[in-house]
């Protein structure tokens, strides 16, 4: 059913531009002028038909990141300013560190981490590729993070391992591999990784949580237990943003929430993107602490 649902069109396409390395406008002059602008970035074009984006010379030099569109909403609902200290703690293959870094434009640091050494292998090259300065990439479980950077850093983007119903009309293996208790696991780790994130950001801080996935257990319900047991952090209104949806009210969450959500959590200060807005899917909720 919810394969179905999703449709069996091939996924949109997307690239964001390298703005430590050119302009967008420029970058589209020069590189075709079929490129249709994402409307919730400044850098980000939907590519269409058959235009072969991984072969282009462009990217050999790091001049854009081939990036699924919805996928380039976390970086944009994080406010980053020059002199931050950020973390990316879920970050290969490097999507969002790679444009953090470049609003970083050099400035404050930039701590890109992934769990897998592989991945994080991957990560620094195309960090490097984009010409990104000030960075530190790791390969740790976000809890032994913790305990080099309690109250560390300004801002903090957790693109949480999630059950992956949003690329369901990416990739075959994220149908097959769903399951119910797929997303139960997923649930139990988002706790985790959010529970150390909250340790590693400084009063005043912001924090965005995303996920490519539908389900309410790993996305509202994430959102509203967070609040509850973290009650210094607070949920801030993504409304003004571009793209998507609010996210869901208390009542139409209530079957899955477990206990966890209370009717006055302001759910539908998070943000949703549904297949049909102009990507895939993604879920974001950005808190503030103190």
């Known amino acids: 059913g919810q394969a179905a649902a999703s449709g069996s069109r091939e996924g949109l396409r997307g690239l964001r531009v390298n703005t430590l390395k050119t302009e967008p406008e420029a970058f589209r002059k020069r590189f075709s002028s079929l490129l249709r602008p994402v409307p919730w970035t400044k850098n980000g074009f939907y590519i269409e038909g058959d235009q072969k984006a991984s072969k282009h010379p462009y990217y050999a030099a790091g001049l854009y990141y081939l990036q699924e569109p919805s996928a380039m909403t976390p970086a944009a609902a994080l406010p980053i300013e020059e002199g931050d200290r950020v973390l990316d703690l879920c970050a290969a293959p490097g999507g969002k560190s790679t444009e953090l870094a470049a609003r970083l434009l050099g400035t404050g640091l930039l701590v890109a981490n ?152 302001p759910l539908t200060r998070c943000r949703r993107l549904l297949p049909g807005d102009g990507g895939e899917g993604h879920f974001l909720a950005l808190f503030r602490e103190g």
């Open 114 to 265: 992934d769990i897998s050494n592989s991945r994080a292998k991957a990560l620094l090259k195309n960090l490097e590729l984009f010409g990104a300065e000030n960075i530190l990439v790791t390969s740790e479980s976000p809890d032994r993070l913790c305990s080099y950077f309690e109250g560390f850093f300004d801002k903090i983007l957790i693109d949480a391992p999630c059950s992956g119903e949003g690329m369901f009309r990416k990739e075959e293996a994220a149908v097959t591999d769903w399951s119910v208790e797929t997303v139960e696991m997923c649930a139990r780790r988002q706790r985790e990784i959010l529970e150390s994130a909250a340790a590693m950001l400084r009063p005043g801080g912001r924090l965005v949580y995303s996920t490519c996935t539908f389900a309410p257990e790993e996305n509202e319900c994430m959102a509203a237990w967070f609040v509850r047991t973290h009650p210094d952090f607070c949920l801030e209104d993504l409304s003004a943003l571009p793209f998507g949806r609010p996210g869901f009210v208390w009542e139409q969450v209530v079957p899955f929430a477990a206990g966890e959500i209370q009717p006055d959590v």
